[in-house]
């Protein structure tokens, strides 16, 4: 048995199928801290639920396309692989000749697998663009409301999400890490492409060594691993703004803010120092205030500012918190209050965002672009905020602001997916499914029957990373990965290169596609034009056949620790941020400009409807973080045994506090419904003190697997309100909703999404 390498989002490793066909997988050598994560790939392989062949909804094939209710309840047939790119790319010209290329959406949101050259995204894109161009999407559900607001008050939301100090700065210079949404572990283990050496568990120990001081600010303890002695603040979810609205009073009221700073390398401090005050809306912003809101006692919160303001303080906010309605105002109050600590841009102090949302922030490792597929321009320059996917198909023609910007949704006709699960990530699972029975057609990519291929028309079966040869790395990877193909395509299954390459060839655009290379073609084309790029410039790395055979090879690092930020504090003119005023913006004016009152000119508090201090907490008393799982990554390889081992009750876990329960008569692992007026969904019960009473926690990922407006699984999109962040960015609000939970009883629903749909043979295969 040969062991050959590849790498995933959460790991790289190598895996060779036994006698029998079992997978063995076993993590990089060189990894500290392999992902528990592999476990889920060996049963997944070879899973029922992985698509076959070809299929087609049956709707669709006997009546062509059309707006369809039954899309997501009807039976699939399963054809040939001609007649299915026939067919679709017959219907790719009709929308095309019909409406235009504007009325195909392509955005085709989703991480995919590792793996750059297959990576699904941006092969379909590379594809599309060739065909004329399609609608697109912009930002991510990662941080999508960041993404937006960060520009108008850093100039670059790369500057502060790839630039704040690195793990061993902190270890090394941080007295008092102040995390908001703590420092999630499980989400450590996952960087986009791939990640040889988890580094940051190892961090995190160092920090427990060395007794830096940490204040968790979170509604749930285990944001943040256990050996870390902590101070817990168990905030009441989305109310951080109030309490680093409430730390900066105490700042600016004790003088304990630093100036100099403000006047050296702000903008905009005086305007937000009236707001903190209350000097126009009688509403002083102090410690009393926000104990109201956040449930934490003013003096402990007037305790906290004074001990930021003595010591050398990092402040994290992790991606969650701008996962919320009014998103943008904890990472902008977060970076005004360490502009008043005056501390941006010194080792291991000021502000970072992101850290414990993902394994390369503050990761050491190289930082260079890996080869990777070109993709081509788009013609058409519609697009929409990523998050607003249902709006624009229930809505065509619909005005909407974006940025400061009046925009119109496009009239889609076709969807194409591939790589993504929409069906998993977007908000309000039952809106979306009556948004996808409004286009013609609707086409998704995926070796799984996931929700959202159970949703589509034409259904065409990809392979997994294990069935090809690629390569991989993400971000900051110390190793760029060869990618073995460690087993046969299940099935009829084709890689998505092969899938849109056929598609090509009936279209005419063969040539643009593939520029005549084959698969193996295009690794060395990629990889040996990224070498000779790196020799340029002095770097030498290994000819194609030496890195295939060797399975990969370390990646040259240059272990410089600087910052963006320390050169900003060196000199601010030359290294000025490119905002107006090349400062940071805690007032921007250009924000302010666009009169938006879900997002004025400035930090502010600004109540969410999904909280506990609002009208809907009477109906529906209980918060629910809907965040991102430890058995898996997002909706991927749910059927895994990893994933599977841990459901209750055969679903997924829902975790709460035992006053909760016990005041609805939920014991330890019952079965549950939890409910609003959007949908309900069934999960198990797992009682916690780690939690604050009031609050309960569902994590995203369980295959949707809808009856009616019940998903019988645990997917708590079917609750999540499909609301954006703000006018401003438009981001995806999945992190909180408000429920009700009660004990279920009678016969529990089973669960269908372990199996494939209906499916039947075409005669003409
Ligand atoms: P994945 O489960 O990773 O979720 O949403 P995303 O759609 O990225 O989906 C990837 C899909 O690609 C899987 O179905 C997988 O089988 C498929 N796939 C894997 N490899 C291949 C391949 O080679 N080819 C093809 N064609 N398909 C492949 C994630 C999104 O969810 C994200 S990034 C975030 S941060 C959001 N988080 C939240 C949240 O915090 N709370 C809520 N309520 N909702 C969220 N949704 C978002």
Known sequence: MRLRPSTSHWGAFSAALDEDGNL????????????????????????????????????????????????????????????????LAAELLRVRTEHGNEAIYGGSYGWSSAGRFHHAQSQLHRFLNAFGGFTSSRNTYSTGTSAVVLPHIVGNAGDVLRNGSSWPTIVANTELLVAFGGVPEKNVFVTPGGVTRHHTPGFLAQLAERNVEVALVSPLRADLPGQLDARWYPIRPATDTALMLALAHTLVT???????????????????????????????????????????????????????????????????????EHGEQPVWAAIALAAMLGQIGLPGGGFGHGYGSMGDTGDIGPDFRVPHLPQGTNPVKQFIPVARI??????????????????????????????????????????????????????????????????ADIVLPSTTALEREDFGAGRRDTHLAAMHRIAEPRRRARDDYTILAGLAARLGIEDAFTEGRTAREWLHHLYGTWRNNLADKGIEVPSFPDFWEAGGFQLPNDESDRTLWADFRADPVTHRL????????????????????????????????????????????????????????????????????????????????????????????????????????????????????????????????????????????????????????????????????????????????????????????
């Not at 104990?291 to 919160?301: K, R």
């Open 390 to 455: 249902a709006d624009m198909l229930l809505n065509p023609g619909m005005r909407y602001q974006y940025d400061g910007a009046e925009r119109t949704y496009p009239d889609i006709r076709l969807v194409y997916w591939a790589g993504g699960n929409p069906f998993h990530h977007h908000q309000d699972l039952n809106r979306l499914r009556r948004a996808f029975t409004r286009p013609d057609t609707v086409v998704v990519h995926d070796p799984f029957w996931t929700a959202s291929a159970r949703h």
């Open 24 to 87: 063995e997988v076993v993590p990089h050598p060189a990894d500290p801290a392999p992902s528990p994560l592999l476990g889920n790939l060996p049963s997944a392989l070879t899973d029922p639920t992985r698509v076959a062949a070809p299929a087609i909804r049956r709707g669709w094939l006997e009546r062509g396309p059309g707006p369809d209710p039954r899309r997501g309840d009807d039976e699939f047939v399963e054809v040939g692989w001609d007649q299915a790119l026939d067919l």
């Open 254 to 324: 004790e003088g304990l803010h630093d100036q100099h700073f403000l006047d050296r390398y702000c903008t905009g401090y005086a305007q937000f120092e009236r707001y903190l005050l209350g000097s126009d809306d009688g509403v002083p912003k102090d410690a009393a205030w926000a104990g109201d809101l956040t449930g934490i006692p003013p003096a402990h919160i007037v305790d906290l500012a004074r001990r930021m303001a003595g010591r050398r303080t990092f402040i994290t906010v992790t991606w969650s918190l701008q996962r919320i």
């Open 578 to 765: 490119a905002t107006p005023s090349g400062k940071i913006e805690i007032t921007s004016a250009r924000v302010a400009s666009f009169g938006y009152d879900d997002c004025p000119g400035h930090p502010v508090w600004l109540e969410p409807v999904e909280w506990l201090g609002g009208e809907r907490a009477s109906r529906f008393p209980l918060v629910l973080i809907a965040n991102q799982p430890h058995t898996r990554l997002h909706s991927q390889l749910d059927v895994g045994a990893v994933s599977q081992a841990a459901k209750v009750a055969g679903r997924e876990a829902v975790r709460l506090h035992p006053g909760d329960a016990a005041r609805r008569d939920i014991g330890e692992g019952d079965l549950v419904r939890v409910f609003n007026d959007r949908g309900a969904c069934l999960a198990g019960a797992v009682l916690t003190t780690d939690l604050r009473p009031g609050v309960v926690q569902l994590p995203t990922g369980a295959w949707f697997d809808p009856r009616g407006s019940l998903c019988v699984h645990g997917n708590p999109n079917v609750l999540t309100a499909d609301l954006p962040s703000s006018r401003l960015s438009q981001g995806c609000t999945g992190q909180h909703v408000l429920v009700e939970i009660e004990r279920f009883t009678g016969e529990p629903p089973g669960i269908s999404v372990k199996r494939p749909p209906v499916i039947s043979r075409a005669r003409e295969m």
